[in-house]
């Protein structure tokens, strides 16, 4: 093999990546910044250099917008904590054996096997006015209405997120959780931990970066959410995906394109802040 | 992981007041630990004196780290009792023995500093603020780790991280310490240096070690006593010396050093001035003499010679010399020479049996000689060397 080869070589193994990046991501990422500057009219759109695409995001209706965005965020990621942090708990340390415990975390993707659309839609016999739920409380007597906030509500949109997203928490803890030696709770014991300090003082820090990692997924797939909000809200709700969808369903191109821009900067920024509380190298 | 400190681990030279601790003794009573029909440990009965230093030896699964695990509270009692001092500890919660455990690996906190991590025990303890900052200052000076404090674990060497984990279990002030394999994780030369260190330690704390071991080496230079453990059994229990020159089963002789074993059966036993003078009659070689405390003529027994007690003699040399009645002589080839340093092990096969034996001379003697691979030659050895083993 000829020298330059052997110094090309790197270059080309990294090339059909680099490739595959630029085309996937940078490109349209580029073409969107681009088009946020475009002029537009009700019918066709043309190059330019205009802020006011930008401009016209700016309004108290983006800005509730986002409030609301914000909120399903805390409270699904909040939810998702909550209920995934045991779940992953139990597997890594209750469960005993490997096969019983990579069993137990297929079982938790099952719900992944359907389509997004189908296992929202599956909500609605359960939660709706004649749903499963409310005629089960009425039929024991504990309301005499039906329950009008469990579909089509706020509340049905972080079920729905919840629902759908998750694994995403579940996986990276269970994985921090799994790399934590056990002999090192064993030692906490020794020296006098009772299981609560032993969860503060050693399992919680060290499963911290799974934290960060199932918090960065859940940002990103909760900031863009337009699916849910749109099945699960019924019309109701708002979020910053659903209003660019919307722009786009009306051909409003740069402006879409300028509010995709703005919530890309905003989610990043969130990723920024938990990246400097938690640090998560160990994990990668 | 390279090791370039060299300075030793104690730096004070007596141990302070506040570190210092009561010794206490720890007994077993017929201890058995089963998982299930599986019997991990099985009637172990064992005394250790107060500021001892004791070495549970024995291969994988034999059941010390069991037995150690049950002393610290880490694993339950199936059956029999366990006392500490005078205070029997079956139901008596790890935290509350008063004992301390240093982990194979050491199980250091990463995500600690090394002051955290042997702050870690007092802080448990609920002790306050002030009390801690002392002890632990304290003993990481001991433990000559002072100017270390603010690193984590992955920043330290092999040997600093074994003192890190030796200084936790210390700075909690236990009256027995138990040390699983402490010295595995280390590199050759470091691990004999350590295995000293740990020794003055022991002396200097005054406190009761229990170590547990597979290496016949480390439980050799370490102990006050030596409990050599097979298939969850006490197989025996002695000192070093005892162990290395006496010992009492084929297993005890097989893993504690070279032994060569003769399996047969006794067929005369008379009272000699060390014990009995034992006549073993083995299939296929004859009668061998060894010494034994006391055997009955007509059990299954065995006998054995340490490599390096037996003479090696050329045929016409032998001839020479008369071989004295109470000598064992038997005729073997040289099937290998091996160059291990100070000592050169030859593998040689009985010619009567076929049974291969192993002959050990210092290399310098070894050197003098003529003997090459191949040649027939004569060992010889005294029945006082010669170990009866009733098991």
């Known amino acids: 093999m000829s020298e330059t080869w052997k110094s090309l070589k790197p270059y080309a193994l990294i090339t059909p990546q680099t490739l595959v990046f630029l085309m996937f991501l940078v490109f349209p990422i580029l073409m969107i910044g ?43 990621w909040l939810a998702t904590l909550l209920i995934g942090y045991p779940v992953a708990y139990f597997l890594a340390f209750h469960v005993p054996k490997l096969e019983w415990q ?30 499963l739920v409310n005629q089960g409380l009425m039929g024991v007597g504990l309301i005499q209405e039906p329950l009008q906030f469990l579909l089509f509500s706020d509340f049905a949109v972080v ?34 931990a009772s299981g609560l300090q032993v969860f503060k003082e050693v399992i919680l820090p ?10 960065i997924f859940i940002v990103t797939l909760i900031m863009g959410e337009f699916v849910t909000v749109r099945l699960m809200g019924g019309g109701q709700s708002a979020s910053v995906g659903k209003l660019i969808q919307t722009q786009i369903g009306s051909l409003q191109y740069p402006l879409a394109a300028a509010n995709a821009i703005v919530l890309l900067a905003v989610t990043m920024l969130i990723i920024v802040s938990i990246l400097r509380v938690l640090d998560i190298r160990k994990e990668l | 992981m390279q090791d370039v400190q060299l300075e030793p681990v104690l730096t004070l030279e007596t141990v302070p007041e506040e570190l210092q601790v009561e010794a206490k003794g720890v007994s077993l009573r017929d201890v058995t630990k089963s998982y299930g029909s599986f019997t991990a440990v099985q ?162 704390f005054g406190m009761t070690f229990i170590q547990v071991t597979h290496n016949q080496d480390e439980a050799y230079s370490l102990s006050d006593q030596i409990v050599v453990m097979d298939d969850g059994r006490v197989d025996q229990v002695g000192t070093p010396a005892e162990i290395f020159s006496k010992p009492l089963s084929r297993f005890v002789a097989r893993f504690t050093g070279d032994n060569n074993i003769f399996p047969g059966t006794v067929t005369s036993a008379v009272q000699d001035t060390n014990g009995q ?17 006391y055997a009955q003529v007509g059990t ?26 109470a000598t064992n002589r038997l005729t073997a080839r040289i099937t290998a020479v091996e160059f291990t340093g100070y000592v050169t092990r030859v593998s040689l096969v009985l010619e009567r049996s076929g049974v291969e034996v192993l002959y050990k001379a210092r290399t310098p003697d070894w050197l003098t000689t003529t003997f090459e691979e191949g040649q027939v030659v004569v060992l010889d050895w005294a029945a006082a060397d010669c170990v009866y083993l009733p098991h």
């Open chain 1, 34 to 76: 681009v088009v946020s500057f475009w002029e537009f009219n009700g019918y066709s759109m043309t190059p330019a250099f205009t802020l006011d695409n930008y401009r016209g995001i700016l309004t108290d209706v983006t800005f509730k917008t986002y409030l609301n965005t914000f909120k399903f965020l805390a409270l699904t």
């Open chain 1, 102 to 131: 990579i069993l137990l975390f297929l079982v938790c993707t099952i719900p992944f096997w359907t389509s997004n659309i189908i296992r929202m839609i599956s909500w609605v016999p359960l939660l709706g006015r004649e749903g």
């Open chain 1, 159 to 192: 079920l729905g997120m919840v629902h759908l997203y998750i694994i995403f928490m579940i996986a990276p803890i269970f994985n921090s959780l799994m790399r934590i030696e056990r002999s090192l709770v064993t030692a906490a014991e020794d020296l006098g």
């Open chain 1, 206 to 215: 060290l499963s911290a970066p799974g934290i960060a990692i199932g918090s």
């Open chain 2, 43 to 204: 009637n172990i009965t064992l005394d250790i004196a107060a500021g001892s230093y004791t070495c549970l030896l024995g291969p994988s699964g034999c059941g010390k780290t069991t037995t150690m695990r049950m002393i610290a509270g880490h694993e339950d009692i199936s059956k029999g009792d366990i006392y500490i001092g005078e205070t029997r500890i079956n139901d008596i919660p790890a935290t509350q023995r008063n004992t301390a455990m240093m982990f194979q690996n050491y199980a250091l906190f990463p995500h600690k500093t090394v002051w955290d991590n042997v702050d870690f025990g007092l802080k448990m303890r609920g002790m306050t603020q002030a009390d801690r900052q002392h002890r632990v200052g304290e003993m990481l000076e001991v433990v000559g780790l002072s100017s270390f404090s603010d690193r984590k674990p992955a920043q330290l060497s092999g040997g600093q991280q074994q003192r890190v984990a030796l200084a936790r279990a210390l700075v909690t002030r236990p009256q027995v310490l138990m040390l699983d394999e402490p010295l595995s994780a280390l590199d050759e030369s470091l691990r004999v240096k350590t295995r000293g260190e740990l020794r003055k330690l022991q002396r200097q």
């Open chain 2, 277 to 293: 003078l034992i006549q073993l009659d083995v299939p296929s070689l004859g009668t061998l003499l060894c010494i034994g405390d």
């Open chain 2, 300 to 325: 299954e027994a065995a006998c054995c010679i340490r490599a390096d007690l037996m003479q090696i003699k050329s045929l016409t040399e032998a001839e020479t010399t008369a071989c004295g009645p």
